[in-house]
């Protein structure tokens, strides 16, 4: 896959990935996330936040070219990349770069998405924070996580449901392929959440820029 290459390469140079994760790209980053494409449905839209270095959106552009796919991403050098990712694997015409933190596109064109993702972002109640809103009621937001994810999801539940959210619930996707399975919390848009209360869930650090807690895996680099 050319994005493999455009990450070991030019993804190294300008850092958004560490070398030590060059040799593992395909099995901890590209299948981590292309598994996740069986959970969304046929011509959805998709919104992925914070999305760095690609992951997971740029790969399910590739394995879904179905999916029409925003890439919101607040970083100018990772925005740069991502365009000219979007550029050379002849993406134009499904995926969208939008530069700029999620709580401030809400009312741009990614709102109402079907499906909003991230990957290793924040830790959940910041996160549905910030993903929710992007999302139409009955939408969905998959949040890709680590070992972890059954605590994090009960730690935050009143947090996600204040937001508009249902109980998350951990989905295992690619099992029997990958080892381990990519873990996905999964939150379904019930409801709108109130200015106020969206607001202080997205609190005030720049979505996707919160760190790797919760991810539980190498991932490229964010910072």
Known sequence: MDYARLLVTDGVVRGLIGPREAPRIWERHLVNCAVVSNMIPIGASVVDVGSGAGLPGIVLAVARPDLRITLVEPLARRTAFLSEAV???????TVTVVRGRAEDVVDGPPAGADVVTARAVAPLDRLAGWCLPLARVGGRLLALKGASAAEEAAEHRAAVAALGGSEPVV??????????????????VLSRPKPSTRAAGSGRDTAGRSGKRGSGRGRPRRG
């Open 87 to 93: 550029t050379a694997l002849g993406l134009e015409s």
């Open 171 to 188: 989905r295992l996707c690619g099992e029997g392929l990958i080892d381990p399975p990519t873990t996905v919390l999964e939150v379904v």
